[in-house]
Nanobody, 127 residues
Framework: QVQLVESGGGSVEAGGSLRLSCAAS?????????MGWFRQTPGKEREGVAS???????MYADSVKGRFAISQDNDKNTLYLQMNNLKPEDTAMYYC????????????????????WGQGTQVTVSS
C-alpha cells in the first residue's frame, strides 16, 4: 500500500522560502514512475505545481517556474519541493502525489493522472 506523508509547510512572509518534503512508503521508483506536487485553495480546483519522472524529467506550472524546484532522493524515498521567493498567491494546501504507471507528458500536471495522494501540508504566505 502506497503512503505519502507531507511535511515542511508553515507561515512565511512574501519573499521567503520553504522546503516541503514527502516521505513515500510502499512505492517503488522506476524510470517511468512519476511524483508531483499539487496545491489547492478553498473553492478552487487542485492544480499541478511540479512533477518529476523517474528519469529525472521535470515539469512546472508557469506560475512557479524559476521559483520552485522539485527533486527526489530515491535512497530516502523522499520527494522535495524547494519554494523560493514565495508570494501571497502561493498560499494553499500542498499535496504530494504519485503514480506507478507511465504518464504522457501532457498529463504530468494533471490531477487525474495520479492515483496516490498525501493528506497535505498548509503553506501560508503573508504580504
Amino acid at each position: 500500500q502506497v503512503q505519502l506523508v507531507e511535511s515542511g509547510g508553515g507561515s512565511v512572509e512574501a519573499g521567503g522560502s520553504l522546503r516541503l518534503s514527502c516521505a513515500a512508503s510502499g512505492y517503488t521508483y522506476s524510470t517511468y514512475s512519476i511524483m508531483g506536487w499539487f496545491r489547492q485553495t478553498p473553492g478552487k480546483e487542485r492544480e499541478g505545481v511540479a512533477s518529476i519522472v523517474g528519469d529525472g524529467s521535470t515539469m512546472y506550472a508557469d506560475s512557479v517556474k524559476g521559483r520552485f524546484a522539485i527533486s527526489q532522493d530515491n535512497d530516502k524515498n523522499t520527494l522535495y519541493l524547494q519554494m523560493n521567493n514565495l508570494k501571497p498567491e502561493d498560499t494553499a494546501m500542498y499535496y504530494c502525489a504519485a503514480q506507478r504507471r507511465p504518464v504522457s507528458w501532457w498529463a504530468r500536471l494533471s490531477r487525474a493522472a495520479f492515483d496516490y495522494w498525501g493528506q497535505g501540508t498548509q503553506v501560508t504566505v503573508s504580504s
